[in-house]
C-alpha cells in the first residue's frame, strides 16, 4: 500500500532550503514524502527535525530512516517551541507545514477517516486524544453541530444534514464512517461528482482535531522561531486553512515581520495532477523573515 504521494516536491525543495548546512524542520512529516527531498538539498552539516501527532507515521519513520541529519519527533506542531526547547533548539532555518490527511490515514479503514469504511467513527490524527468523530457526531447539539458544518465544511445543506443525523440519532447511534456518509447520500439524493459527505466530514475532521485553533498556533510559533532569512512554507488543502496562512502572510508582511514569496499560491503542474489527483487542491504559500 502507498502510505502517501508528497505534493509540489521540487518546489518545496527549492523555496525551503537555502542554506545547505542549515537546521531545518518538517513540522508534519507524516511517511516522509518530502523528506528524502529535503535531506537531498542539505549537507553533511545540515540537520532535519521531523515532527508529526500521528504514531504510526513515527514508528514507520523510525524503522526506515537511516539518516544521523534526522531527528524524530512525536507531537503537534501547535507545541513547536517546547517540542524543539525539548532537544535544545531555539532557533531553525526553514519550516514545512504540509496540512490536511494522509492518504495512509484515509485508506487505513480502522482510523475511521474514509467515507466506505465501516470501522467505527474516529478521525484522529492523534490516537491518544480523547475526543473523537464518533462523539461530535453522536453527542454533539443540533446547533453545535449546524455550527462546525457550516464554519468548517462550508456545507449549503448543514441543517437539512443535522436535521438527518438528530432523526437516526434518536433510533440508533450513527457508528461507522459508512453510516454518516448515507445519512449525507439521502440528504443530496444520491452521489454527484463530490461526495455529498466531502465536506461533513472536512468539519468533523477539523473540529475533533483542532485543525485550524493548531494551525493559527503552528504558524506564530514558527515566527518566532525563524533566524532572518529563514523561510516559511505551507501547504495546504482547503480553503479555510489557505485563508489562515495567507492573512497570516499578509499581515506579518505589513507589519514588515515576513516578506512574501509567493505572490499567488503555488499549485500542481496538469502532469502532477494527473499523476496525482489529489494533489489537484493543494496550494503552496511561502514567506521569508526579514
Not at 527531498?37 to 515532527?51: K, Q, V
Not at 519527533?73 to 517551541?81: I, K, M, N, Q, V
Not at 508582511?253 to 500542481?268: D, F, Y
Amino acid at each position: 500500500m502507498v502510505l502517501h504521494i508528497p505534493v509540489l516536491l521540487k518546489e518545496i525543495g527549492e523555496m525551503l532550503v537555502t542554506k545547505g548546512g542549515g537546521l531545518y524542520v518538517d513540522a508534519t512529516v507524516g511517511f516522509g514524502g518530502h523528506l528524502k527531498e529535503i535531506l537531498s538539498r542539505l549537507n553533511d552539516d545540515g540537520r532535519l527535525i521531523a515532527i508529526d501527532k500521528d504514531k504510526d507515521a513515527i514508528s514507520h519513520l523510525q524503522a526506515v530512516t537511516k539518516d544521523n541529519r534526522v531527528t524524530l519527533l512525536r507531537g503537534s506542531f501547535s507545541d513547536l517551541t517546547d517540542l524543539l526547547a525539548s532537544i535544545n533548539i531555539r532557533k531553525i532555518d526553514g519550516i514545512l507545514f504540509d496540512l490536511g490527511v494522509s492518504l495512509f490515514q484515509l485508506k487505513e479503514q480502522s482510523r475511521g477517516f474514509s467515507f466506505i469504511s465501516d470501522s467505527r467513527l474516529d478521525m484522529r490524527m492523534d490516537s491518544s486524544q480523547t475526543k473523537n468523530a464518533w462523539e461530535v457526531v453522536n453527542l454533539y447539539s443540533r446547533k453545535d453541530l449546524e455550527r462546525i458544518f457550516r464554519e468548517y465544511g462550508e456545507e449549503p445543506l448543514a441543517g437539512r444534514i443535522v436535521k438527518k443525523i438528530i432523526e437516526e440519532r434518536r433510533l440508533r447511534k450513527v457508528n461507522t464512517c459508512r453510516e454518516l456518509a448515507m445519512l449525507a447520500e439521502k440528504v443530496y439524493g444520491g452521489r454527484g461528482k463530490i461526495h455529498p459527505a466531502t465536506r461533513i466530514f472536512q468539519a468533523i475532521r477539523i473540529e475533533v482535531n483542532r485543525e485550524l485553533e493548531e494551525l493559527n498556533k503552528g504558524l506564530a510559533s514558527a515566527y518566532e522561531l525563524l533566524t532572518a532569512e529563514g523561510r516559511l512554507c505551507v501547504i495546504s488543502y482547503h480553503s479555510l486553512e489557505d485563508r489562515i496562512v495567507k492573512n497570516f502572510f499578509r499581515d506579518s508582511e505589513r507589519a514588515h515581520r515576513l516578506r512574501i514569496l509567493t505572490k499567488k499560491p503555488i499549485q500542481a503542474s496538469t502532469e502532477e495532477v494527473r499523476s496525482n489527483p489529489s494533489s489537484r487542491s493543494a496550494k503552496l504559500r511561502g514567506a521569508e523573515k526579514i
